[in-house]
C-alpha cells in the first residue's frame, strides 16, 4: 500500500534530467516513473485523451455487465457515506476504461476539466502514473498524490484505487476514490480496499448461483450420444455428456482446450445465458473425437512432459505400453533405424507409422512393405525396381521399387525376418550405401530414407540359428521396440473397447459380465482379434447393447478354450504368417468350390492329396 507526497522539484528534476532518490519514493511509483519515461509518456500531459461515447461505450458496459451490477449497490453506499468530502467514486473496467463515475458535482465539473470523465481510458500509457493505471499493472492497492502523477494533469488530485479479481487472481475491474489534492484523505484507501473486497465476495457467490444454474441447464444436454461439455464463461468444464465422462476422467478439473490435447475438437459454440440475470454464464460446446492422442511423455521428475508424440489410437493405461508411447516418443524425432517385435496385431504397423508423422520425414511418403507376401522371386524388383527390358516379362517402362517410391519417408519392412538370405545382403547393401539400383540398371538413386523393420518373431534367435545375418540385424536393431502383448497390458482392454464402440459410433455401455470376459480372454489375435470380435458383436446385436447370452453363444468356441487354458490351444493359435493365411485361404476356397470334395479340391491346387491333408491338419480345417 501506498501512501507519501513528492515535491514539485522532485518530480521536475526526474521529467527533465531522469535524476531520482529512489529511496525516497513508493517503490510502485519510482517504477511506474520510469516507465512511463520509457513509453515515453509525454509528463506535461494537460487531459485524458482516449475517450470512449455512444455505441462503444455502450458495449464496454455491456461486456462488464456482471460487475456493473454486482458494483453498484457497493458504489452506491459508499456514495452516501462520503457525501461532503468532495470525492468521486469511479469504478474502471480491467482495459482502464472509466465504466462509472459518480459522486461530489464540483469535483466531477473540476474532473471534466482534464477529461477525467466516464468512457476515458486511464492507463498509465494513456495519462502516465496514477492510481487506477498503476493498479492495473501492480494488482495491488495504491493512492497517488498530488506531483506523484507523473502527469501534470493529474497534479491537482489525490486518487485511491484497489484491484477487483476472482478467484483465481484474474482482474475484474478496479475501485477508485478521487479528490482535489487539498481534500486528501489518508483512511479512503482502506474504505476503498474494503469495498473492493466486498464486491469481490459477491463475484464469488455470484460465481457458485452461476455453476449450478450452468448445472442445471445441462442436465438434459449430458445425456446425449455426441460429446458435449458445458463450460463457464473461462471455458473450464461444469458438466460433460457421459460418454465424455467415461473417455476423460479427470474432466472436472479440465478446460475446453485441455480436451485438444486429448483429441477433441470444438465443432460448435453457442452461449448459455442466465434465466435470472440475462447475462452470459458459459458455453455448450459440441465436441469431435479427433483420434490424435498428444501423448505427453513426462521426465523423471515428472514436472515438465520432456517429449510428445500424436497417437492415432487408444493408448490405454498399462505401464508396458507407456514405456512403448515413451520408446516411440524418445526415437521418433531421430534417423535411428527402428525394429518393432511382438505379435501379430498387437500394432506395429499402426506404431511404425506414428514414428514416421511424428519424425523429420512426415512430409514424406510412407510405404509399408509385407516382405512375407512377395514371392522370393520377385523380391527384389518389388524392393529396387527395374528398368525397361531388365528382364523378360518386365514391364515396358520398367517399376519403381518400393525404396524408390518411399524416398524422402519412411520405408517399414514388416515381416522382414520372411526375407531370403540373398535378398538379406542386397538389402545389407543398401542400407550401408544409401542408394538403391534398379535391376537392369547401373544408375544408383540416392536414398534419404528412415527405414522401420517388424517381425512377430525373435530376430536374435534367428541371427543364432543362422538364418538371419548378423551384420544386417544389427543395421536394423539399432532401437528395438517392444509392444506388449494384449494378455500383458489387460487393463487396456476397456480403454480399447470404448475405443472402438467409438470409432464405430456404437453408443453402447458394454455390460460389465462381457466386459470381464473380455478382460479374462488371454487374445492370442491381439488387438486386432479384439476389434474382430467387437465386430461380430456389433453386428449380431444390431447395433444395440450386447446381450451377455449371444456373447456366450458367440464366444463358446473361444472361451471354452480360455477358461481351461489348454496349453495347446494357445499352440495351435499361434499367429499364422501372411504366407500361410494365404495358403489356408486357397485351401477354402478350393473347397468351396468343389463342394468339400478334398481330392478335387487337391488336384484344383495342383498338390498331393497327403498334402492337402496335412494342411487341412495344420490349419484345423
Ligand atoms: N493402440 C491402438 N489403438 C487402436 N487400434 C489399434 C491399436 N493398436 C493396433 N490397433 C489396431 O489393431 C489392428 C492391428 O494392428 P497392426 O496391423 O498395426 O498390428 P501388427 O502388429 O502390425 O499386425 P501384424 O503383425 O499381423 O502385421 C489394426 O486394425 C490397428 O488399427
Known amino acids: 500500500m501506498t501512501f507519501g507526497t513528492v515535491s514539485q522539484r522532485v518530480w521536475k528534476r526526474f521529467v527533465q534530467e531522469g535524476v531520482l532518490d529512489a529511496s525516497r519514493l513508493n517503490k510502485h511509483i519510482s517504477e511506474s516513473w520510469y516507465r512511463c519515461k520509457k513509453e515515453g509518456v509525454n509528463p506535461r500531459l494537460g487531459e485524458g485523451k482516449q475517450v470512449l461515447t455512444g455505441e462503444p461505450f455502450n458495449r464496454r458496459k455491456k461486456e462488464n455487465a456482471l460487475l456493473l451490477d454486482i458494483a453498484m449497490p457497493y458504489v452506491e453506499k459508499m456514495l452516501k457515506y462520503i457525501k461532503g468530502s468532495h470525492s ?10 472509466v465504466l462509472i463515475m459518480k459522486g461530489d458535482k464540483e469535483v466531477l465539473r473540476l474532473a471534466r476539466t482534464i477529461n477525467f470523465v466516464e468512457g476515458v481510458k486511464w492507463t498509465e500509457e494513456e495519462v502516465g502514473t496514477n492510481a487506477i493505471g498503476t493498479t492495473l499493472i501492480v494488482k495491488e492497492p495504491i493512492t497517488v498524490v498530488g506531483s506523484e502523477h507523473y502527469c501534470l494533469a493529474s497534479h491537482k488530485w489525490t486518487c485511491s484505487a484497489a484491484p477487483i479479481c476472482d478467484d483465481e487472481g484474474i482482474l475484474l475491474g478496479v475501485l477508485n476514490v478521487s479528490s482535489p489534492v487539498q481534500y486528501h484523505h489518508p483512511h479512503t484507501l482502506g474504505a476503498v480496499v474494503s469495498t473492493a473486497y466486498a464486491i469481490e465476495q459477491e463475484w464469488r457467490i455470484r460465481q457458485q448461483n452461476e455453476h449450478l444454474e450452468l448445472i442445471k441447464q445441462s442436465s438434459d444436454l449430458v445425456q446425449t450420444n455426441i460429446p458435449v461439455v458445458i463450460c463457464n464463461n473461462k471455458k ?9 465422462q467415461n473417455e476423460v476422467p479427470e474432466w472436472s478439473k479440465m478446460k475446453v482446450t485441455d480436451l485438444k490435447e486429448l483429441g477433441y475438437t470444438e465443432q460448435s459454440c453457442t452461449p448459455l445465458y442466465s434465466r435470472h440475470h440475462g447475462g452470459q454464464i458459459g458455453f455448450c460446446i459440441h465436441l469431435t473425437y ?3 492422442k498428444k501423448v505427453l511423455i513426462y521426465t523423471k521428475a515428472k514436472k515438465q512432459p520432456s517429449v510428445s508424440v500424436f497417437f492415432p489410437g487408444e493408448t490405454g493405461t498399462s505401464e508396458s505400453f507407456q514405456r512403448t508411447l515413451r520408446e516411440i516418443a524418445q526415437v521418433a524425432p531421430t534417423e535411428a533405424n527402428v525394429h518393432i517385435y511382438g505379435e501379430s496385431g ?3 504397423e499402426l506404431i511404425a507409422r506414428v514414428i514416421h508423422q511424428n519424425s523429420a520425414y512426415k512430409d514424406g511418403p510412407f510405404v509399408a512393405v509385407n516382405c512375407g507376401a512377395i514371392p522370393r522371386e520377385l523380391m527384389e524388383s518389388e524392393l529396387f525396381g527395374y528398368v525397361e527390358g531388365a528382364f523378360t516379362g518386365a514391364r515396358r517402362q520398367g517399376h519403381q521399387g518400393k525404396f524408390e517410391q518411399a524416398n524422402h519417408g519412411t520405408i517399414f519392412l514388416d515381416e ?3 526375407i531370403p538370405p540373398a535378398m538379406q545382403v542386397a538389402l545389407l547393401r543398401v542400407l550401408q550405401e544409401r542408394e538403391v539400383t534398379p535391376v537392369g540398371s547401373k544408375k544408383a538413386i540416392p536414398l534419404n530414407i528412415r527405414v522401420i523393420t517388424a517381425t512377430h518373431r525373435d530376430l536374435r534367435q534367428m541371427v543364432q540359428e543362422g538364418t538371419f545375418r548378423e551384420d544386417l540385424f544389427y543395421r536394423l536393431y539399432v532401437f528395438p521396440i517392444y509392444v506388449p502383448a494384449l494378455r500383458e497390458r489387460k487393463e487396456d482392454i476397456p480403454y ?4 472402438y464402440c467409438r470409432k464405430n459410433h456404437w453408443q453402447v455401455k458394454i455390460p460389465d459380465v462381457i466386459m470381464e470376459k473380455m478382460i479374462d480372454y488371454d487374445w492370442p489375435g491381439n488387438i486386432r482379434e479384439l476389434f474382430n470380435v467387437l465386430e461380430q458383436l456389433r453386428i449380431l446385436s444390431n447395433g444395440n447393447t450386447p446381450d451377455p447370452s449371444l456373447v ?5 468356441h473361444r472361451m471354452d478354450k480360455i477358461v481351461s487354458r489348454d496349453p495347446s490351444y494357445v499352440k495351435q493359435e499361434k499367429p499364422l504368417t501372411y504366407r ?4 489356408r485361404r486357397e485351401i477354402i476356397e478350393a473347397l468351396e468350390k468343389t463342394g468339400g470334395n478334398v481330392s478335387l479340391a487337391a488336384k484344383l491346387l495342383n498338390i498331393p492329396r497327403s498334402t492337402f491333408y496335412r494342411r487341412l491338419k495344420k490349419y484345423q480345417l
Open 580 to 583: 500361410e493365411e494365404l495358403q
Open 88 to 97: 468521486i467514486v469511479l469504478l474502471i473496467d480491467p482495459q482502464g476504461y
Open 346 to 348: 498387437t500394432g506395429k
Open 552 to 556: 456366450e453363444h458367440l464366444f463358446v
Open 496 to 499: 480399447l473397447i470404448r475405443y
Open 236 to 244: 473450464q468444464i461444469v458438466c460433460a455428456s457421459q460418454n465424455v
Open 416 to 418: 522382414i525376418g520372411e
Open 290 to 292: 479427433t483420434n490424435q
